[in-house]
């Protein structure tokens, strides 16, 4: 019996192996979480029964670093035009969009289905705030947040993808984000893109700080410049009691860095519990040494970044594939590697987002993705289709498709 198409209150999978499991077991499902496992859970009522048939059973899938407002998913191809730097690339974005001229609740919608059918359950995206589109794109967003609601969990991150400084009334903007429903600002490059790291970083922490919300930065900065960078985070961090709300992504410098300039950096993120998100990029870029940071207890998530937008054709929106990614340009060879990568997608972006009763045991919601693989290792070598996703106890998507209304 099948639970497709309508909300089941009771529902029970069995011969599901969970992740860490060395066999499988069965798990009961009742008011959208798990309420029993094992024997206990095959002698829960069930007016649904599901056979996992082996099937590994993960976590819902946790996209902590998306752009969902400019992704160009489902229009016609368009070929990738933007130069080598961070600025060629933002005034690319800004002069495609303004001519293509696209709906960012649409476009939302399009990617966040196709992320919903590949197991993300939870979302945090970066939504565009500045002089030109003002507050549309976190209005537009808000909508879509509001729509795919039974599918999906999302947090909005109020983005200055054009810098502070450099453009007045930003920080009004962002301020006036977090009122109408922002979870987070952001902040990018305080020194390269904005040339005055203290007026960026001391706008947006006093904003932090005055609205009770967290901070996730996009730090592209390289070398000893995004070192300084960091270190300037770091004291804000501290100064304002901000502890484990701060996350840093991409954080390219980490990457770079000798043992005795990344070791007291490492410590100090560590012990102010600031996150730090890669997607690993390939090529010539660096990235944090993932095991490193982990080794110092550095808190790591993961995320898609851009998915076929102006900055970039690539990227699948695709959680299983992106831990794949991170453990493949880590250089990950062994069974450890690859289920530290496949943490940053679950786990890791749960922690960030602060996602209550997560994971895969009595009490947690029941956001789940089943796929073929005897073990985590191999969901992550393998990522392979999706065959079932559980949205607080909701089938949501079967087989690698959604079961969604399609965007328009």
Excluded at 33 to 54: F, H, M, W
Excluded at 332 to 345: K, W
């Amino acid at each position: 019996r099948s639970a497709q198409g309508s909300p089941v209150n009771e529902l029970r999978i069995e011969g599901a192996r969970r992740w860490g499991d060395p066999a499988p077991t069965a798990l009961a499902i009742r008011g959208g979480r798990i309420v029993a496992l094992g024997a206990d859970a095959d002698a829960q009522p069930a007016s649904a029964t599901i056979d996992a048939r082996g099937q590994l059973v993960l976590p819902g899938l946790v996209d902590g670093h998306a752009h969902l407002d400019k992704t160009l998913w489902g229009e016609r191809w368009h070929p990738h035009q933007a130069g080598p730097t961070i600025a060629e690339r933002i005034d690319n974005e800004r002069r495609v969009l303004r001519g293509l001229k696209l709906s960012a609740a649409r476009q939302s919608a399009r990617l966040l289905r196709h992320m919903v059918a590949r197991g993300t359950t939870h979302v945090r995206t970066h939504v565009d705030v500045g002089p030109e589109m003002r507050l549309a794109h976190l209005h537009d967003l808000l909508h879509t947040r509001a729509a795919c609601a039974g599918a999906v969990d999302m947090q909005i991150v109020a983005f200055p993808q054009g810098g502070v400084v450099r453009q007045p009334g930003t920080l009004d903007l962002l301020d006036a984000a977090v009122r109408e429903g922002a979870d987070a600002i952001g902040g990018i490059d305080p020194s390269a893109l904005d040339g005055d790291a203290a007026g960026q970083l001391d706008g947006i922490f006093a904003i932090a700080s005055r609205r009770d919300c967290e901070l996730d930065l996009h730090l592209h900065e390289r070398g000893e410049q995004g070192a300084r960078s960091i270190g300037m985070i770091c004291d804000r961090t501290q100064a304002l009691g901000l502890n484990g709300r701060v996350a840093i992504g991409h954080a390219f410098c980490l990457g770079e860095l000798p043992p005795a300039a990344l070791d007291p950096l490492l410590e100090r993120l560590a012990m102010l519990d600031i996150a730090v998100m890669t997607h690993a990029p390939g090529g010539y870029m660096p990235f944090p040494p993932v095991r490193r940071l982990a080794e110092a207890g550095v808190h790591l998530f993961t995320g898609s970044d851009g998915v076929r937008d102006t900055w970039t054709p690539m990227n699948t929106g695709d959680l299983l594939e992106r831990a794949y990614l991170v453990a493949y340009n880590s250089g990950f060879r062994d069974d450890a590697g690859l289920e530290l990568a496949l943490g940053m997608a679950t786990w890791g972006g749960a922690r960030v987002m602060r996602v209550p009763d997560y994971g895969l045991d009595v009490g947690c919601c029941a956001d789940l993705v089943l796929v073929e693989a005897e073990c985590a290792a191999e969901a992550v070598a393998a990522h392979p289709p999706r065959r079932l996703v559980l949205k607080r106890g909701r089938i949501v998507a079967r087989e690698g498709v959604a079961l969604l209304p399609a965007a328009a």
